[in-house]
């Protein structure tokens, strides 16, 4: 992001570089609460109901047979679902304004999660013997937006822009703690993707190790790297033109992968190398992004049917892994408009992954789709990302 000193609006339509304020509160369970733009200016949070944060039994264990760790997160059973009961004069969502996790009005949100898999100082593991160990990291959930009908194919170019921010401002904390290894950015949209909540809204998780499939895409860079002396985020991104392409951008190559476990997986991978992080991103190309991620999940929609479940996977740079392109996966979990994509036997006990479509077939489906046209998403609708004064109230 441009470090020039922009010029902030205090309500309406933003400038270039307008501030977005953040705001830190507290739940009585200790959880931070970060509150983007218009919020609550109390610095402590209360609701009708006492909860207190589901952290017992979470661990690590290790498979020999697989040399990969497994996470157990009991208690992440008992999480919410939505619609849920509620009590007399309560907000059914508890991440809509006046919720349980939200109560006020708010533009935006980030919170730590109430059920999660990874904590900062967790619970010592059940065996001291290296088949166990603490799960320590950190999860985060992102609301995007306090509209609960909406999705992310329906956000307005400012609650995108506003979004981006909150990505760019997370990732850059996350990845300040030197026991993080992989800052990861996710979305599940749908039931069938395993989301408990239908409101708008993504996670961040941290790791302290190496998940098994960034494990393997860094010994993949590092290779090619010693081998040919060349990034192989760059070879891959050379390489996803011609047939494959889902849409022109500027900034990032859109397309379907040449080797997808997914029916309609679309990759949007950053062209330029040394953008490997969210951090990274100039001006333009955020604006490039912005473009192109609404525009997949506008296609997605109009190939697979409105609302139809999938998995956004935002891929930043591990650390101490130069050779990388920032990279936003989009993996449909339907391979009809009226099929959903199943992972049966072959796929889940082997992994070796089976695909229905021809990917080239894929993206020419995508990228015939006749989108309607879209409210244009320009330089005005960028945020950076300030710490409120304390005591600091009103929207931007």
């Not at 590092?222 to 192989?232: H, S």
């Not at 022109?248 to 040449?258: G, I, L, Q, T």
Request: hydrophobic share 35%.
């Amino acid at each position: 992001m441009s470090q020039r000193s922009e010029p902030r609006t205090l309500g309406g339509h933003p400038r270039r570089g307008s501030v977005l304020l953040r705001r830190r509160l507290e739940h009585k369970d200790g959880r931070q609460v970060l509150v983007y733009g218009r919020g609550s200016d109390s610095t402590e949070l209360s609701s009708s109901r006492s909860f207190d944060r589901r952290t017992a039994g979470i661990h690590r264990r290790y498979d020999l047979l697989t040399d990969e760790w497994v996470v157990i997160s009991p208690e992440r059973n008992v999480r919410p679902n939505d619609p849920g009961s509620v009590e007399e004069n309560e907000v059914a969502c508890p991440i809509c304004p006046g919720g349980l996790e939200l109560p006020f009005p708010y533009d935006a949100a980030v919170f730590e999660n109430r059920f999660p898999s990874l904590v900062g100082e967790p619970p010592e593991p059940p065996a001291a013997d290296g088949a166990t160990a603490p799960a320590r990291g950190r999860c985060e959930v992102v609301v995007y937006t306090p509209r609960h009908e909406a999705s992310f194919a329906e956000l307005s170019p400012l609650e995108l822009g506003r979004l981006l921010a909150i990505w760019v401002d997370r990732s850059r904390s996350l990845w300040a703690d030197e026991r993080h290894q992989v800052v990861f950015s996710f979305e599940n949209c749908g039931a069938d993707a395993g989301a408990t909540l239908s409101h708008p809204h993504g996670q961040i998780y941290a790791f302290d190790h190496l998940p098994p499939i960034t494990r393997a895409k860094t010994a993949a860079h590092r290779r090619v790297r010693e081998e040919r002396r060349a990034c192989l985020g760059c070879v891959v991104t050379r390489a996803t033109g011609g047939e494959r392409a889902v849409t022109e951008n500027e900034s990032f190559a859109v397309a379907v992968p040449f080797a997808p476990r997914w029916p309609y997986e679309v990759t949007v991978r950053a062209r330029r190398h040394g953008l490997s992080r969210l951090a990274d991103l100039d001006r333009n190309e955020r604006v490039h992004l912005l473009q192109a991620l609404r525009e997949v999940a506008l296609r997605l929609d109009a190939l697979l049917g409105p609302g139809a479940p999938y998995l956004m996977a935002v891929q930043e740079a591990p650390r101490d892994e130069p050779d990388w392109h920032l990279t936003f996966d989009f993996f449909p979990l339907r391979r009809a408009r009226t099929s959903i994509k199943i992972r049966a036997s072959v796929e889940t006990a082997t992994g070796l992954c089976l695909n229905d479509v021809l990917p080239e077939t894929a993206a020419r489906r995508l990228a015939e789709i006749d989108l309607a046209p879209q409210a244009s998403i320009g330089p005005e609708h960028l945020f950076r990302v300030e710490a409120a004064r304390e005591g600091a109230g009103g929207a931007i």
